[in-house]
């Protein structure tokens, strides 16, 4: 079943999101909610406040396949990337950002166990974006300036 994607303005992109304690159904099922919703939307990411849940979840698919992650935290970066990002509760717009070009993030998977993954390029752009949702920071919060469409 696919969630109403909340946009700029909704209360629920701005708050801080609590940590999943409970690895059970209904886990299983925002999981495959949001995986649904982000499907649809032809995202490559999705967190858990986009769909009005403050929980710490969040959904990616850069086209490597699908990646769970459950109270993650990027605990190493390294290096710079700039590049072009948008955000499915923010249609329409584009921003230059700046980030790590690579990451490591520890997370929990659906089942509570405990794993880490690297990523660089778009998916070390993806774990950035969609973790600072969970703490309700947005991409236009720290891009660098907005692109339009004259541009590139
Ligand atoms: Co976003």
Redesign the pocket.
């Known amino acids: 079943m696919t969630r109403k994607i909340v946009t700029l303005g909704d209360e629920a992109l701005r708050k801080t999101c609590k940590r999943m304690e409970k690895f059970d159904l209904r886990l299983w099922l925002l999981l495959r909610d949001m995986k649904e919703t982000m499907n649809k939307a032809d ?1 490559v ?3 858990a406040p ?1 769909v009005g849940i403050l929980r710490r979840v969040v959904v990616i698919d850069v086209g490597e396949g699908l990646i769970e992650l459950v109270n993650p935290e990027i605990i190493e970066t390294s290096g710079e990337q700039a590049g072009a ?6 249609p329409g717009r584009r921003g230059f950002v700046v980030r790590p070009a690579k990451v490591k993030v520890r997370a929990q998977d659906r089942n509570g166990k405990h794993f880490e993954i690297e990523g660089e390029g778009l998916l070390a752009r993806a774990l950035c ?2 973790i ?2 969970l703490d309700g920071k ?2 236009i919060d720290v891009m660098d300036h907005e692109i339009f469409d004259d541009e590139e």
Do not use: F
Request: one cysteine or more.
């Open positions: 995202g990411g999705l967190a986009q990002e948008g955000c499915l509760s923010i974006h969609e600072d949702h947005l991409y």
